[in-house]
């Protein structure tokens, strides 16, 4: 309990100095009357207490004031906001942050060139740039930047200037002229642990689909920028994020599994020892951030105390490992990952066991204390638990959110349970896909199932009326005085933190039990997997045509009546696509039979330059001429995949079976109209319209009447003349168009001209199915707002 209180002090300490203008001396000074007094009166419990706390108050204050970056010359930050362009060298020190429309480069600066490069001089600190996400970057790549180094900013709701200091990083630069010079000359061992963790996230990405694919990436390697705003918003809504987030609850299943792999191997002491050093690289591996290095602190505490044959004491362990990581780096008491994952584990150590015996108590009136104490197994560990955690979360959560989940108590329950298996079998999957992908793909079946049921179920709470409630601003008195009542309550009623033993052989019962059931489930899902996985991607003799919402650009997804898949187009997001995909394409499929290409400009191709690597394509169908670096990103993906490219041209067409094909109507500069017909059903799509094409298609008196169409440009008037859509007489009206975007949906006299027809539109509908057998044609839409 005194190491608690202790690195309570050296906390607050770190805070009050933010608040005061004391500089490193006067810290300096207090911290030294404080061991003095202590040396004094070192026989006398109480003065001995007090003197101590005092001590650690001022030493953490001395370490925050220590830690502030000195901005004079030789540092980066020196140089911001100067108005005039200047060129930096130096190293990417972390992996690339991939993002649809940027990549994020934390660079380590090493040299700066000014006046048109007359003068270069050393320069130090971090730098973060925003370059472009079709070019291709890696940790230890030594690069040139040249371009303007400004302040981050400061929002009304969020300091992204005080968020970026905590990483060290006090400069961006926007869109700079950016130049490799040299690969690999960052530190080799974090090399090695890096490309591992790219190579797993390459193959988690071809294993399974999206947005499990996603979901997997930030449990298994703490990369969460592909997970889509809409799959996070349902974890936001439901209170579980923590999923996501690599915390204790994952290192804990890591450090199980290798205490009891190591240990048959190389014995109790020598595995606990091989334990900790696999849990040092997985914290590297999935990014170390503030809640994943506390938990692999804590995790290394309770290995030692293993190793010298003593218990750890919960408190102790928070507090030293609190301790440590604000040594490292006392800025992380403002990191609120950093806090959430402190509270939640206090609220276990402190309230767990109360929980669980408070059930047992109450149950074995009415059910017998056996019964009772084997019920308290389950109910503690995914409810009570998930409780004692969220009590000491919920004013974090109120104030830094605004917003508090009226469904978490109950769905967590639900998810929990299967998320060992999720991190097992997934773990697994991907290991195996390292060394050889189809052995991957084949244990993606018995992993993907548990994912899915994880995204499936939190997506049902999350369209719960009231699933959650905004707050608004949270006053800091409020959670102050919130955290002063439910301690003062617990001091009051003495609630004891030192580990029950007979808890301790409940959760180990209880670990071994999940770990029997996990196994039992994933053989179960293997054999189901081999089973049904026949039936889905049966064909069933109809053509599926839905229109993807990719956030505004055209993607059109093809089923073909004998059950192969056509791409057209993939709009502007790598995400929303992946996204997408995954959910209209059978579980696990990794093939497109073709992918058409009809417009090249950014906003209908820029989806696809990362989102192809994740899939076997059969042949790709390009129309347009070439168009910025997303085109050239995709076509020298093609190229290195060894993928047959063709060149549309009018009149071209490919059999999709039974009677069923896509041709090519007119072929123009940005792109092509196509065709798709099926007996008596046809749908007109226009991604590479323009003008001129237009033109030539009103003129092509071959096309009578569709079914559907695609409008062109999300509506425009100059590229859907009104004649043309009166000829055409289409029953059903498609428009692509990004939510909120009222800019560019269709005009008024577009929609005259389509008076009596049906338009659906991906803003308000979502994805828009249509599907025929020949003869007649049905739609589905994802929203019905009708």
């Known amino acids: 309990m005194r190491l608690f209180c202790f690195s309570m002090a050296w906390l607050a300490g770190i805070g009050i100095s933010r608040a005061v203008s004391l500089d490193a001396a006067q810290w300096l000074i207090l911290a030294g009357c404080s061991l003095a007094a202590l040396l004094l009166f070192r026989r006398n419990p109480l003065p001995r207490l007090i003197f101590s706390i005092t001590l650690f108050f001022s030493l953490g204050g001395l370490r925050y004031v220590t830690s502030l970056p000195r901005i004079n010359p030789a540092h980066i930050a020196s140089r911001n906001d100067r108005g005039y362009k200047v060129t930096i060298e130096g190293i990417v020190v972390t992996s690339p942050d991939l993002r649809d429309t940027y990549t994020g480069l934390k660079i380590e600066a090493q040299s700066i060139q000014t006046d048109g490069g007359k003068h270069t001089q050393a320069i130090g ?180 105390a293993n190793r010298i044959g003593r218990q750890t004491h919960g408190m102790a362990s928070l507090g030293g490992a609190a301790i440590v990581m604000s040594v490292i780096s006392p800025s992380v008491l403002w990191d609120v990952g950093f806090q959430l994952s402190f509270a939640a584990t206090l609220g276990l150590i402190l309230y767990a066991e109360p929980l669980q015996d408070w059930f047992v108590r109450t149950t074995s009136r009415w059910l017998g204390d056996g019964l009772a104490e084997r019920l308290a197994e389950p109910v503690g560990e995914y409810v009570l638990f998930t409780l004692a955690a969220q009590l000491t979360t919920l004013p974090l959560i109120a104030y830094y959110f605004r917003r508090i989940s009226l469904v978490s108590f109950i769905t967590n329950p639900v998810i929990l349970p299967v998320q060992p298996a999720v991190m097992i079998l997934a ?105 049904w996985r026949g039936v889905v991607n049966r064909p069933d003799g109809y053509l599926h045509l839905t229109m993807l919402d990719t956030g505004g650009g055209d993607a059109v997804l093809i089923q073909t009546p004998t059950g192969r898949y056509v791409l057209v187009d993939g709009g502007s997001s790598t995400m929303l696509l992946s996204t997408a995909l995954g959910r209209r394409l059978p579980p696990l499929a990794a093939r497109l039979d073709w992918l058409v290409i009809g417009g090249t400009n950014e906003e209908q191709i820029a989806g696809l330059a990362s989102a192809v690597e994740r899939f076997s394509i059969g042949g790709v169908l390009i129309s347009g001429d070439p168009s910025g670096p997303a085109y050239s990103k995709l076509i020298n993906s093609l190229i290195e995949m060894g993928i047959d490219i063709r060149y549309a041209a009018r009149g071209q067409k490919l059999d999709l079976g039974s009677g069923a094909k896509l041709e090519i109507v007119e072929v123009g500069q940005h792109g092509a109209i196509l065709l798709v017909t099926y007996g008596r059903a046809s749908f007109l799509l226009t991604p590479g319209a323009d003008p001129d094409l237009v033109d030539a298609v009103q003129q092509n008196r071959s096309i009578p009447g569709v079914t559907a169409l695609m409008l062109a440009d999300s509506g425009y008037r100059a590229v859907n003349p009104p004649a043309l859509l009166t000829s055409l007489q289409p029953w059903l009206a498609l428009v692509s168009v990004a939510a909120g975007n009222e800019r560019k949906l269709p005009d008024r006299r577009v929609l005259e001209a389509l008076d009596g027809t049906t338009v659906l539109r991906t803003d308000r509908h979502g994805w828009i199915h249509c599907f025929s057998d020949g003869v007649h044609i049905w739609v589905e839409v994802e929203r019905d707002v009708d």
């Open 427 to 531: 773990g697994l999957a991907t290991l195996a896909g390292c060394l050889w992908l189809p052995l991957g793909g084949a244990l993606a079946w018995s992993a993907w199932p548990f994912a899915a049921f994880t995204i499936r179920a939190v997506d049902f709470f999350a369209r719960w009326s009231a699933a959650s409630i905004s707050l608004g601003p949270v006053p800091i008195i409020v959670v102050a005085g919130f955290y002063l009542a439910i301690f003062a309550t617990t001091a009051f009623f003495r609630v004891s933190t030192e580990n029950h033993p007979r808890l301790q052989q409940a959760r180990t019962r209880m670990a071994s039990w999940r770990l029997s059931s996990t196994v039992s489930l994933a053989a179960l899902a293997v054999l189901a997997g081999l089973t």
């Open 125 to 304: 600190g971090k730098i973060l740039a925003y370059v472009s996400p079709f070019e291709e970057y890696s940790y230890g790549d030594r690069v040139r930047l040249t371009g303007l180094v400004e302040t981050p900013p400061v929002f009304e709701t969020f300091s992204y200037r005080e968020y970026l200091a905590r990483q060290g990083i006090h400069s961006l630069m926007q869109d700079p002229e950016i130049v490799v010079l040299e690969k690999r000359a960052g530190n080799p061992l974090l090399q090695v642990i890096l490309d591992f963790r790219g190579r797993a996230l390459e193959i988690v990405q071809k294993i399974f689909p999206d947005p499990e694919a996603s979901l997997l990436a930030g449990i298994l390697l703490g990369i969460e920028s592909g997970i889509s705003p809409k799959v996070r918003t349902s974890f936001d809504t439901t209170g579980t994020t923590h999923i996501i987030a690599i915390s204790g609850f994952n290192i804990t299943i890591i450090s199980a599994l290798f205490i009891s792999l190591f240990g048959r191997w190389l014995g109790v002491r020598r595995g606990a020892v091989a334990a900790g050093l696999a849990i040092c690289l997985y914290t590297i591996l999935v990014g170390a951030d503030a809640a994943v290095v506390r938990a692999a602190i804590m995790g290394g505490f309770v290995l030692l």
